[in-house]
């Protein structure tokens, strides 16, 4: 086939967690007859391992150009799976795929297409075809997998361009399940003035086999569900087109239930029988609404009564758990901040006072490697600094201007610059110590200031952190005040140390 990409067009990796399931497999060889089918290579594949507990290898074995690397992420989930993929891909683009999926024959054609868009498109979503039984009405679980067809940026095939994932720190690993964490990236990914579309690849979702109590267990995304409302508003089902469904009626079913016997111990024998009828009833249109469409086999009508009964208990209980037990979001040890914000001055060059001449930039000891290992983990990296000078008329926007293409030169590129102008008799909220700079950071980044880590070397760093909510670390240098380092809530020897304890989680 011809139309295939040029050396100048965007680059793709491909990542895949995985618990082990034999539809890897499946997945894997689809990509090769992809590749055999349009005649263009495979891109670099991350398989993520998040199997709990260590087994035996993943079994990659006999399916040609393949370049596959195997990464761990310790049992936490697809969300924590598929950071740890895409921070280790250096790509434009990061093509997630579910290992129960299986993709068309001009996927790869198809990606390379979708791929070419305008730098205000976040992200890619394919078309997802879920097959259904040809000879009888699908069951119940067959129905629910026919709804991925409609579902918005689902992660079983959703293309994201990696600098965008970098501005919005990823997937959030609150989310345990796969579960929401797709909705929740889509929405930040928004919020951050980017464009989700629709591509053009076509990608199969088989209805894989499940137990009797699979619809029970995923009662527990109705904890999920109070995440996303403390996180994006009450109007983010709008947003994200997904229905709040039955949950007021499992909320009064459980109620009743609950009822009939506290009625009875109280002697008030026809209230109590009036709260069994209600639940009977209730739990009579629920299971109906799901054996009415199905093939009303025995099994089926079975499985639909019993869970049926136990559903809206459990959908009450997982909702309510998480609603008791909701805390305002703050990062917690072990995990990455949603961004870096580093000084200037005395952090990432030497401080040279009231400095307008790029030819006196000299980098810090050490300093394009550290920010290169925040790159390489896709963690967004701002500059916020201080420039009294242009307040003081000693400087000019442009001369500052000048200075941080240099260090830019010099450093690398940074997601965002942000100066205050003025004097500390100006009463502004953007000079440090004030936390108007951390704020307008965290803003342009897609991220909270209590999700960012301030790295500087005097106390009006770790000022600004704080009134922000931000975390901090000092890095002292010979202008940093005795009493400064004393109260810096985390201090490093140098920006490498900092950085140390940044993709540590220790900050």
Known sequence: MTGGPRSSDPSVSIVIPTVGRPSLRVLLDSLVQSSTHTGLPLPQIYVVDDRRT?????????????????????????????????????????????DDVGVSADWLLDVAGDVQQPWSVGGVKAQIAVPLPPDRRPTDWERGTAGLETAQWITADMVYRRRVLCRVGGFDERFPGAFREDSDLALRVLDAGYDLVQGRRRTIHPVRPVGWWA??????????????????????????????????????????????????????????????????????????????????????????????????????????????????????????????????????????????DPSRVEPMPGAAAALHRLRLAGIPIAVISNQSGIGRGLLTPDDVAAVNSRVEELLGPFDAWFVCPHTADDGCDCRKPMPGLVRQAAHRLGVSPQSCVVIGDIGADMGCADAAGARGILVPTDNTLPAEVHTAPQRAGSLGGAVDLVLAGRY
């Open 54 to 98: 260590e087994g035996p290898p993943l079994d990659l074995t006999g399916l040609p150009g393949l370049d596959v690397e195997v990464l761990a992420s310790g049992g936490r989930g697809p969300a924590a799976a598929r950071n740890v993929g895409w921070r280790a891909t250096d790509t434009d683009w990061v093509a997630f795929l579910d």
């Open 215 to 356: 619809s029970l267990q995923q009662q527990r995304g109705n904890a999920d569900d109070v995440l996303m409302d403390r996180l994006h508003g009450r109007d983010w089902r709008a947003r994200a087109a997904a229905p709040l469904g039955r949950r007021p009626l499992h909320l009064l079913t459980t109620g009743l239930a609950v009822a009939v016997p506290m009625a009875w111990l109280m002697r008030r024998r026809i209230a109590a029988a009036l709260a069994a009828v209600g639940w009977a009833a209730l739990t009579a249109d629920f299971s109906w609404r799901r054996i009415a469409p199905g093939p009303r086999d025995r099994t089926e009508v079975a499985k639909m009564v019993t869970t049926s009964v136990a559903i809206p208990p459990a959908a009450s209980w997982h909702w309510l758990r998480a609603i008791i037990s909701w805390t305002p979001p703050s990062m917690r040890p072990g995990t990455l901040p949603g961004a870096v914000l580093v000084d200037r001055d005395g952090t990432i060059v030497k401080d040279v006072p009231y400095n307008g």
